[in-house]
């Protein structure tokens, strides 16, 4: 009879492909992933039958954790504006907290080695938030640009406020008012 897996070794292992894969990229290897996390690289693949398993699963847990994030204390029936900073100022906090879960997300999101079911799960964990602010695909969607602009528009802009915030910590809350003002001016 197998043992059954342990939730800890699993969250180890997903914790050391953060950190590996944030260091070395996408290439970094699952023996490294493994002694990270103090198993052997056989105890790796126990966990996930591929490396390619490894980094889709740990696509969305990432995706879950920000989700969640966003979820807990979300306005829905704030203004369209009160929702939209909500997200953008918890997934900058968020992202800001954590640099290195932020770097591989992002990696992973542009890589091929997600699956279609991968993106499809991580689509529906932002389903609500994304009803939500339906309001703002339309505006930007008025304007003539595509759908999904407005989203990458959000995470560009957030980019350059995190860079400055690095520079001027003290000024973090000014600067993420500031660059949301001017994200929502850009909307009108």
Do not use: C
């Not at 999101?109 to 279609?116: A, D, H, I, K, P």
């Amino acid at each position: 009879m197998a043992r059954p897996l342990s939730p800890e070794k699993r969250a180890a292992l997903l914790q050391a492909a953060i950190h590996e894969i944030a260091a070395a990229g996408l290439s970094a290897s699952t023996s490294r992933i493994a002694k990270r996390a103090g198993v052997a690289e056989g105890t790796l693949f126990t966990y996930f039958a591929t490396k390619e398993q490894l980094l889709n699963e740990l696509y969305l847990e990432l995706k879950a954790e920000i989700y969640g994030v966003i979820h807990k204390g979300f306005p829905v029936k704030g203004s369209l504006r009160d929702r939209a900073w909500h997200v953008w100022s918890v997934s900058m906090d968020w992202a800001i907290a954590y640099p290195e879960k932020r770097s591989v997300s992002m990696r992973l999101n542009l890589s091929e080695v997600l699956t279609e079911e991968t993106r499809a799960k991580s689509t529906a964990m932002r389903a609500e938030v994304d009803s939500a602010l339906a309001g703002v695909e339309e505006r930007i969607a008025a304007k003539g640009l595509p759908k999904g602009f407005a989203s990458s528009m959000m995470g560009a802009m957030q980019d350059a406020a995190m860079e400055y915030i690095a520079k001027k910590p003290r000024q973090r809350e000014s600067l993420k008012e500031k660059a949301f003002d001017l994200f929502w001016k850009a909307l009108s």
